[in-house]
């Protein structure tokens, strides 16, 4: 009979033994942050609702459909974080982070949540690596998070990355764009599903990022998609050649991809994602890009950020199906005690724990 409590759907238990693999991978990646200069930020699990509806945009399937939202005893309107750049900005913001030193290079790990239909890679709590670089409008910002993003899967074994990016411009530029977008689709308007119809009126971009086959379909069939890149001004297309010359350099492999414009509303310029080839459908292992706007989105001084997102689980999955071995924890030490050495045995153990791993029987 199965046991009268089960974990809430979408939701896992990691044991012991699946650990140990969660572990050195944190590990792992823990040693390349620090080697890039980033520090750790711990924010609360929950935030005001309003910070995320402020910074994903109302109209983003975050805010729509997967949000965690509640009300507290006190009847504050919360919701459980489906992601972690607007916590980390909101505590960049009130504790005057920007006026103690010109550039912060945050870092944080742990679990977020989303309302989604669970499938195998596909969970409701699941954990995110999160970095952000905030401070700099350089190229080099962008090349350095594309470069770590890169470096964090290079330290888990991963070797056939491909970083794909665009640039998603400004919201003019962006404005420009979705008229394009919306006279190109006009023709197959009444055959787009349901939410490309809606997002066509409220926010046409959002439209190349429909998971509907039906969709990509009509895409194609339309063909000479227009590009947000035709419509960047002088100073985003510097920016973004100035990236693409950096990545050269940094000998990171890329692809442009003229349909990627990310989910969320407050990203400029550099949007990128990173897939492993071997993983096909299923391929996108994180992905981020820049967000100048969103401090002032908040109420700040205007301050430009780059900052990405790496989905735990997923990688795990892949390294756990790869059968990635993991090295075992070191050999320690077994005290066996026989009745009269017993009450000796418990101040022998307590004492060599304090340099090696002692089981005691
Ligand atoms: P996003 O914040 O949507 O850009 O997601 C960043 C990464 O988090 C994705 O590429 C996935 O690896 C991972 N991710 C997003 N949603 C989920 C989910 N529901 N379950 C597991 N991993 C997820």
């Known amino acids: 009979m199965a046991p009268r409590f089960q974990a809430p759907r979408g939701t896992r ?12 991978a944190e590990a792992r990646a823990r040693g390349v942050l620090e080697r890039y200069g980033y520090r750790e930020i711990r924010t609360p699990l929950f935030e005001e609702f309003e910070l995320f509806a402020r910074t994903s945009g109302e109209s983003s399937d975050v805010v729509q459909k997967e949000m965690y939202r509640f009300r507290d005893l006190g009847d504050r309107d919360l919701a459980l974080r489906p992601e972690f750049t607007a916590g980390v900005m909101r505590a960049y913001l009130e504790h005057g982070l920007g006026g103690r030193a010109r550039v912060h290079r945050l870092w944080s790990l742990g679990p977020v949540f989303r309302y989604g239909r669970p499938q195998k890679g596909r969970y409701r709590q699941f954990s995110q690596i999160n970095c952000e670089l905030v401070g700099s409008p350089a190229p080099g910002a962008d090349v350095e998070m594309i470069t770590l993003f890169v470096d964090l899967y290079e330290a888990w074994g991963f070797h056939d990355l491909t970083v794909t990016l665009n640039s998603v411009g400004q919201p003019a530029s962006r404005r420009a764009y979705g008229d394009a977008l919306r006279a190109w689709l006009a023709p197959v308007r009444e055959r787009l599903g349901a939410d490309s119809q809606q997002r066509l009126v409220t926010n046409p971009l959002r439209v190349l990022d429909t998971k509907d086959e039906g969709d990509h379909a009509l895409f194609r069939e339309l063909g000479d998609m227009p590009r947000l890149l035709d419509a960047v001004d002088a100073d985003d297309r510097a920016h ?11 000998g990171i492999r890329y692809e442009v991809d003229h349909g990627l414009v990310r989910g969320l509303d407050y990203y400029t310029r550099t949007a990128f994602e990173v897939h492993d080839r071997s993983l096909g459908a299923q391929s996108a292992l994180g992905g981020g890009g820049r967000y100048d706007g969103l401090v002032e989105e908040l109420g700040g001084a205007p301050t430009p950020g780059v900052g990405f ?12 199906e790869r059968g990635a071995a ?9 005290v066996a005690a026989m009745e009269p050495t017993r009450a000796a045995a418990l101040g022998l153990a307590r004492a060599l724990r304090r340099r090696f791993a002692v089981e005691l029987d």
């Not at 238990?13 to 050195?24: C, N």
């Not at 973004?240 to 940094?250: I, N």
């Not at 997102?309 to 756990?320: C, H």
Request: proline share 7%; hydrophobic share 55%.
């Open 326 to 334: 993991v090295p075992s924890p070191a050999a320690g030490l077994y």
């Open 309 to 320: 997102a790496i989905g735990l689980d997923r990688a795990l999955l892949v390294l756990e």
């Open 13 to 24: 238990d990691l044991l012991p033994d699946e650990l140990g693999r969660w572990q050195w």
């Open 240 to 250: 973004w050649e100035a990236v693409l010359a950096g990545l050269e350099a940094a």
